[in-house]
Structure formats: C-alpha cells, structure tokens
C-alpha cells in the first residue's frame, strides 16, 4: 500500500447529532480511519468546520496540507471536507496546484452515527483511488464514483458531474487570499441593480449572474452589466436552470451579452465565481478562460 495522508477539515463525515439533534463535529481522522483496516496511512486534523464556514484562506490552508504531506513523502493526499462547498475547494484546488500525486477529496450526506452513514465507503473509495500514482490531480470520490473536480455540482442524493479520466486542468499557482473579490448576484422576476451595484461598491471585480433560463435578463440587469462592463468589471453570465446550456436564442440573452456579458458555457454558478476569481488573479484574460474550462 502507497503511504497516504488523509487531511481532515470537518463536515458531516465527522458529525455526530447532539440532544437535539443537532449535527456536530464528533470525530477526528483517527476517528474516521477506525474500521477500514488500511495501513500506511497517516492523518493531519487540519479543522474541524462545516463547509459553510469556510472562506478561500481555508483553501489556502488545505493547499498548504497538501503541500506539506506530498514533500513529507506522502504517495497521496485524501481531504475529508463538508459538501456544502466542496464543489468550490475542488474547483479552486484543480485549478491552482499541480500535485505529483493524487488529491481525492471527499465527505458524506450522512452524520457519522447515521444508520445510513456513507462516510466509510466514501473514505474508502477515496484512499483507493489516492493509492493509484497513475491517476495524479485532484478529483473528488463520492457515491461510488470518481468525479473530476470542475463541472460537480451539489444534489440533495450527493454529486453530479463528469466520471473522472484523469487530472482536472492546471490554470495558475495562486493564493486564494490574494484572489479578487468575486460575488455571485442570483436573478429573478423584477431583478434590479440594486445588487450588482452593491457588490461592485463594495470592491468586486468580477460578477458571476445566476442568470434566469439560457442565460436571461430583464432590462434592469443588462443596463448594470453594460454600465459596470465599461468601468472594467468582468459580468460572467451562468444560469440558474441546471444542464440548460447557454444560449442566446431570445432577446434578453442576445442584450446581455452585447452588453459585454461573458458566456459560461457549463458551470454551475458557484464554480463559475471560482474560475473567475482564478483567472483574474492570474492575471489571464477572463473570456478565454471561461471558453476552456468554464
């Protein structure tokens, strides 16, 4: 067996429900190795959060974990993480490290003293596919399947995404407190700009539109979009409607990206937030970037 780390950060994997029910972080990651019967494995607590709590310094400091086991000699990495957000760490991670070794993240939607736990199976799942040195990159191990990082989205059942035949494409070595500010404004019937320009106000050089059907808009919003466009914001546009695909077919569409609008042809919002921060931090031009990985 290759030596392995398994770096925890929290999550339901690691909760237990409390008197009232109330799940809360119970188990470290000998905790959560008890039972597998996989040896040559060590553990790095790193935290001990729910996903939600997390802010891009703590992909900062699961880089740096990752970091500190591949130069400690570890043949692989597995991250224990909260699914909340572990779309955006493994998009920010695949497109900012270049491991030599394998990075599997993973977690569950069952607390850990749930009848039903999945955390177990998907730990092992993900060790496994850590133990493979011909599979280099980060991925993400979930429900029985090995999902590649960018295009996963989060579903009440687990994850959807591509089955994963390899790494996630490399954009930059960044740090993610050093990225730009980037907001996602959520759409709506009667959506004003009030929100856009909210954000903008308070340093965003970027907005990411969950925008309405194939990438839709009332006037209100594609006024903002071209008046923030001129001022130098990047407006990415995804849609709030999963596997709707983006498409100019209808006028509002068509305004929004004359309006300077950039086209995020696959992903979901939240990973769409992330390539841009990326690529804006690295300095790459933003629609470029979004028409080869987004």
């Known amino acids: 067996m290759p030596r392995l780390t398994v770096l925890t950060t929290g999550g339901t994997i690691a909760t237990s429900a409390d008197d009232d029910g109330v799940k809360l972080p119970s188990r470290d990651g000998a905790a959560l190795l008890a039972g597998l019967a996989i040896d040559n494995v060590s553990v790095v607590d790193l935290m001990a959060k729910d996903s939600s709590q997390l802010t891009p310094r703590d992909w900062d400091t ?41 990075v599997v993240l993973t ?26 040195p011909a599979t280099a990159g980060v991925t993400v191990a979930f429900g029985g399947r090995i999902l590649a990082a960018l295009g996963l989205h989060k579903t009440g059942h687990g994850f959807e995404g591509t089955e994963s ?20 404004v959520a759409l709506y019937a009667g959506a004003d700009a009030v929100a856009i320009d ?27 979009v071209a008046r923030h466009r001129a001022a130098g914001v990047v407006v990415a546009v995804s849609s709030r409607v999963h596997g709707s695909g983006m498409h100019p077919d209808y006028g509002p569409g068509r305004a929004l990206r004359h309006a ?14 992330v390539l841009v921060m990326a690529a804006l931090a690295a300095g790459l031009p933003v629609g470029d970037v979004l028409a080869r990985l987004g």
């Open 62 to 102: 699961i880089a740096d974990g990752i970091a500190a086991a591949e130069a400690d000699g570890a043949e692989g990495v597995v991250v224990t993480h909260g699914t909340d957000t572990m779309e955006e760490t493994a998009a920010w991670l695949a497109l900012t490290l270049r491991p030599s070794l394998p």
């Open 107 to 132: 977690g569950a939607m069952h607390s850990a003293d749930d009848p039903d736990a999945d955390g177990p199976a998907n730990l092992r799942d993900a060790l496994q596919r850590a133990a493979d």
């Open 165 to 184: 035949t390899g790494a996630a494409t490399f954009l930059a070595l960044l740090r993610a407190a050093d990225a730009p500010r980037v907001d996602v």
């Open 198 to 224: 909210a954000c903008v106000a308070a340093g965003a050089r970027g907005i990411v539109l969950e925008a309405l059907g194939s990438g839709n808009a009332g006037d209100a919003v594609i006024n903002a």
């Open 260 to 273: 300077g609008a950039l086209v995020v042809p696959r992903l979901r919002p939240p990973q769409a937030r």
